[in-house]
């Protein structure tokens, strides 16, 4: 099953300023072409024509490059909204890590979380929390210190860990639960 890790916008050659080359645009959307061939990323044409929040940030039309690699993971943000269906309704453990953007040992942490997403992939579900975002969750479970991760199994908290730990804390909080 393919993932969608990024996207990134490659606006049309008439979306710069006459300023700019048009041998340097072209030679820099044959770039990302020749990344798309080599390193499992497919380009996707867009036409958008009716979502102003849509059009302002890919221009009136343009291409994407999505990432098809079969080993990517991605750890995806939970709102309040998607709360209960995602984590307290999986079926599998939930790792949920409880972060801010101004949080330098939030950044650290970051990575490790990504790569456990990638190492128990099928057996374990890797979410993130802003707290700036969603403080109704963060409260609830009494978050008071970031970054802290919690273990979720059949929608009830069973372990916690508080601070920029190594992975092997995390990968021995994770076994306890399969």
């Known amino acids: 099953m393919a993932a969608v890790l990024e996207t990134l916008t490659v606006p049309r050659a008439s979306a710069f300023p006459a300023a700019y080359s048009s041998s340097i645009i072209s030679s820099a ?7 798309s061939k080599s390193k499992g990323f497919q380009i996707q044409s867009v036409s958008v024509s009716g979502s102003v929040s849509l059009r302002s ?4 039309r343009g291409s994407r490059i999505v990432c098809q690699a079969q080993e990517a993971v991605q750890v995806l943000p939970v709102t309040d909204a998607t709360w209960q ?9 939930v790792m949920v890590e ?4 101004w949080c330098g040992p939030c950044r650290m942490i970051h990575p490790v979380i990504d790569e456990l997403a990638k190492e128990y992939t099928g057996k374990l579900t890797c979410y993130k929390v ?9 409260s609830r479970y009494g978050i008071r210190s970031i970054p802290t991760v919690i273990i979720f199994k059949d929608g009830e908290k069973k372990d916690a860990v508080i601070g920029a730990v190594p992975k ?3 990968s021995t909080c ?5």
């Open 29 to 35: 959307r044959r770039s990302f072409v020749n990344l």
């Open 57 to 60: 940030k890919l221009g009136r």
């Open 85 to 93: 269906s995602l984590v307290l309704e999986s079926d599998l453990p």
């Open 98 to 101: 409880f972060w801010a953007p």
């Open 130 to 138: 802003n707290t700036d975002e969603s403080p109704t969750i963060a």
């Open 168 to 170: 092997s804390t995390l």
């Open 174 to 178: 994770i076994e306890k639960f399969f």
